[in-house]
């Protein structure tokens, strides 16, 4: 699922790109895609672009009138840009906004339906979408810390709970928490003070760096390699590949359709942490330390 970084990318350039034009034409292909109609998407017709803002992990597009476009798009959605005159990317666009010079398509890979488009009508319909996070890369050290500790959770559900922090999702989460050097299952309510301060240090450095990275690569040209899995990672999504610290073979935790990737021997002092699925499994013979794997 995109994330902060990546949805920030999206707005910057949607903004430098498209801010000030009219719509032609709002097309919306696939009706499931297409959660509120209040206004409806023929009233954005010829309406111009004011404002893009990230909400969370979300996009608004502000046009004329106040009317609102919200976009989330979940785990497979993506935005592509096509100037006038260029092919359609591949695969079927769920959406189409037409400006006079190209067409930004929102697609979705694969089967399941979960990337969502609401058309709302002034700022009290907007700020519904707006879940309570505290935005990370402006939080001072103190509020951030309060955040923090406001609920009794695990590091890693602290955060990516879009009601805790705005923006952090499975991938970040990960990167962040190797910065700090904190296991994910550390609960909130353990954490001194140093502790604190230096999640909040790598929650502020690790998503400022990505931004500066992704910029940089990108420069004038519109996202399309948008990834939860970089090579530049440090552990997301690099299960048994070297740590880059200590080279040891990072580890996993599954469950539902995510993991969580960590180094033992940075992270949790050489301990493993449960496998739902496996340590149920193998019970007694679970690997306890990762001087039993090596």
Same mark, same amino acid.
């Given at each position: 699922?995109?994330?902060?970084?990546?949805?920030?990318?999206?707005?910057?350039?949607?903004?430098?790109?498209?801010?000030?034009?009219?719509?032609?034409?709002?097309?919306?292909?696939?009706?499931?895609?297409?959660?509120?109609? &209040?206004?409806?998407?023929? =009233?954005?017709? @010829?309406?111009? $672009?004011? +404002?893009? /803002?990230?909400?969370?992990?979300? #996009?608004?597009?502000?046009?004329?009138?106040?009317?609102?476009?919200?976009?989330?798009?979940?785990?497979?959605?993506?935005?592509?840009?096509?100037?006038?005159?260029?092919?359609?990317?591949?695969?079927?666009?769920?959406?189409?906004?037409?400006?006079?010079?190209?067409?930004?398509?929102?697609?979705?890979?694969?089967?399941?339906?979960?990337?969502?488009?609401?058309?709302?009508?002034?700022?009290?319909?907007?700020?519904?979408?707006?879940?309570?996070?505290?935005?990370?890369?402006?939080?001072?050290?103190?509020?951030?810390?309060?955040?923090?500790?406001?609920?009794?959770?695990?590091?890693?559900?602290?955060?990516?709970?879009?009601?805790?922090? &705005?923006?952090?999702?499975? =991938?970040?989460? @990960?990167?962040? $928490?190797? +910065?700090? /050097?904190?296991?994910?299952?550390? #609960?909130?309510?353990?954490?001194?003070?140093?502790?604190?301060?230096?999640?909040?240090?790598?929650?502020?450095?690790?998503?400022?760096?990505?931004?500066?990275?992704?910029?940089?690569?990108?420069?004038?040209?519109?996202?399309?390699?948008?990834?939860?899995?970089?090579?530049?990672?440090?552990?997301?999504?690099?299960?048994?590949?070297?740590?880059?610290?200590?080279?040891?073979?990072?580890?996993?935790?599954?469950?539902?359709?995510?993991?969580?990737?960590?180094?033992?021997?940075?992270?949790?002092?050489?301990?493993?942490?449960?496998?739902?699925?496996?340590?149920?499994?193998?019970?007694?013979?679970?690997?306890?330390?990762?001087?039993?794997?090596?």
């Amino acid at each position: 699922m995109p994330e902060l970084p990546d949805v920030e990318l999206y707005r910057e350039r949607l903004e430098a790109m498209l801010l000030g034009a009219p719509l032609v034409r709002l097309e919306v292909a696939n009706p499931f895609l297409l959660r509120s109609v &209040s206004p409806s998407p023929d =009233a954005f017709r @010829d309406l111009t $672009l004011r +404002r893009v /803002r990230r909400i969370g992990k979300r #996009l608004a597009l502000g046009f004329d009138s106040d009317a609102w476009a919200v976009i989330h798009l979940m785990i497979a959605g993506r935005l592509r840009w096509r100037a006038e005159g260029r092919k359609a990317p591949a695969g079927r666009a769920q959406a189409r906004f037409v400006f006079p010079g190209g067409t930004l398509h929102f697609t979705e890979a694969g089967s399941k339906r979960r990337a969502s488009l609401h058309l709302v009508q002034g700022e009290p319909a907007l700020a519904i979408f707006d879940r309570g996070g505290l935005e990370p890369l402006t939080a001072s050290p103190d509020t951030f810390a309060m955040r923090v500790r406001s609920a009794r959770h695990t590091l890693k559900r602290a955060l990516t709970d879009p009601k805790i922090f &705005s923006g952090i999702g499975n =991938a970040y989460s @990960d990167e962040i $928490l190797f +910065r700090a /050097r904190l296991s994910p299952l550390q #609960l909130t309510t353990n954490l001194d003070d140093a502790e604190l301060r230096r999640l909040h240090e790598a929650t502020c450095a690790e998503l400022t760096s990505w931004l500066v990275r992704l910029r940089a690569a990108l420069g004038e040209g519109f996202p399309e390699e948008v990834t939860a899995f970089r090579p530049g990672m440090a552990v997301h999504g690099r299960f048994g590949e070297p740590c880059p610290e200590c080279g040891t073979p990072v580890q996993r935790i599954r469950y539902a359709e995510n993991e969580t990737n960590y180094c033992a021997r940075c992270q949790t002092g050489g301990r493993l942490l449960a496998d739902r699925g496996m340590s149920r499994l193998l019970k007694e013979d679970w690997p306890r330390s990762i001087d039993d794997v090596e």
